[in-house]
């Protein structure tokens, strides 16, 4: 029964509200933490930022944030009596997983970056003078955070974005072995889609079409594409 599944969801629930909180803790304070005690012991940074590294890491390789990511929305899906609201729950396990894990990623490719020592400098090959941020062919340590951190943000900012684009080409599909008999605009939707109907069947092509978009424009700024470039070939 729905009633005896609640003191499940809560106790669920209330451990991952704990570990998000202690993970958002983690992304929001530990770098200033660690520049408080660089800046009274600087033989500490490349250690220490190698260690904050290692965090994210290892917590993406036992999979502990996917599990409980996935065991909270399998709780509210049985627990909710809408049918609507469990489809969501049953299709957001994925996408959400799949952006944790790109977070996971992005954030100590960030600090190994910031572990370098502040002499740290490299000579690019003509090739990759467009990497380098003032041009002259040498990238400083100061400037291989400021390329690594914009060329993570974007990648991170696409992969979420197919992510959500899937997840929206998930919520349109009938769910399986549900009838779709009620009068409500969802369910409506999905007798259209399940016989074919040709509004409803436009419809979800349009907005397929837009999450695709979307997506694709994301990938492009990864790249440093212009849409209006591509179209044009």
Known sequence: ????????????LAGNVIVWVGVYLYFSKSVAVVEYFVRKRPWLETPVYSTLAAIPIFVRSSQIIRK??????NVLAHCTNSRVMRHVFECLPR???GIIDALLLFVPVNLIAEALPNQFSVNLPRQLHLLDPSGDG????????????????????????????RFIIL???HPEGYQ???????DRFWRGIKSRKGVCVVASLGISTCATAFASLQWF?????SPSTVLAF
């Open 1 to 12: 029964p729905i009633s005896k599944q609640w003191p499940q969801a809560l106790l669920v």
């Open 95 to 97: 996408p959400l997983c």
């Open 68 to 73: 409980m990511t996935t065991d909270a929305l």
């Open 221 to 225: 700024k990864f790249f440093g594409l």
């Open 138 to 165: 040498v990238l400083t340590a100061v400037e291989l955070v400021q390329v690594v951190g914009e060329y993570s943000r974007r990648l991170l900012i696409a992969v979420a974005a197919t992510y959500l684009a």
């Open 180 to 186: 779709a008999v009620g009068s409500g605009i969802v």
């Open 171 to 173: 919520m349109q599909r």
